[in-house]
């Protein structure tokens, strides 16, 4: 499954979270009931930028491989922005014959604008454009237009987070499925999980 672990959010000071249960002094907006709640925490949260990391899979019945690279976060007033840039390294069986190659991708969504580039090198290929939805929060950076259900309180990396199931309805070309782990002190995203109905994970 594809992770995007935020390692260095910024805006307003976070208090660390004691433990899987949020204390008893937090306020009742970072104690949600449902989902729904959950998610408006995280885009009403303070926070105004996030680095990333990612790594993940992709897989069918003919190829696998593996993805490595980083992501940016940014909000700058009411506009939502990702920049992501990464490599994935495909092993595909054609015929007889087993195939190694490595693709990389640079895309920039901002707003309801995207822009990316795909080629066999860090610099080749061409650019695109295209639209999409734009974001109106965090959580539509990664799930634009999705469902979310499932409110779970867990604990990822010693840190309490409110842990919610999401789920496209096919807006974009490929369907994605997948979670968003909210930190129960200051409502600021930390990790996404993500599967596409096209086998990448």
Not at 35 to 57: E, H, P, W, Y
Not at 58 to 66: L, P, R, Y
Not at 99 to 125: A, F, K, W
Request: hydrophobic content about 35%.
């Amino acid at each position: 499954m594809l992770a995007v672990l935020l390692v260095a959010a910024c805006g307003g000071t976070p208090t660390p979270a004691p433990g899987l249960t949020p204390s008893a002094s937090s306020s009742s907006a970072s104690r949600p009931t449902t989902a729904s709640a959950a998610i408006s925490l995280l885009d009403g949260s303070t926070m105004t930028d996030a680095k990333c990391v990612q790594t993940g899979t992709s897989s069918s019945a003919n190829s696998n491989g593996t993805v490595v690279g980083t992501c940016k976060m940014s909000k700058a007033a009411s506009t939502f922005s990702l920049l992501q840039q990464y490599q994935l390294t495909l092993t595909a069986q054609v015929g007889t014959t087993s195939r190694t190659v490595t693709s990389y991708t640079s895309s920039l969504q901002v707003g309801g604008d995207t822009y990316y580039r795909t080629g066999p090198n860090l610099t080749g290929g061409s650019y695109a454009n295209g639209t999409v939805v734009p974001a109106h929060g965090w959580s539509d950076l990664f799930f634009a237009g999705a469902t979310f259900s499932n409110l779970q309180q867990e604990s990822l990396n010693g840190t309490a987070v409110w842990g919610v199931d999401a789920s496209t309805p096919g807006l974009t070309a490929v369907t994605k499925r997948g979670k968003l782990y909210v930190r129960a002190s200051d409502g600021y995203l930390m990790q996404v999980d993500l599967t596409t109905a096209s086998g990448a994970t």
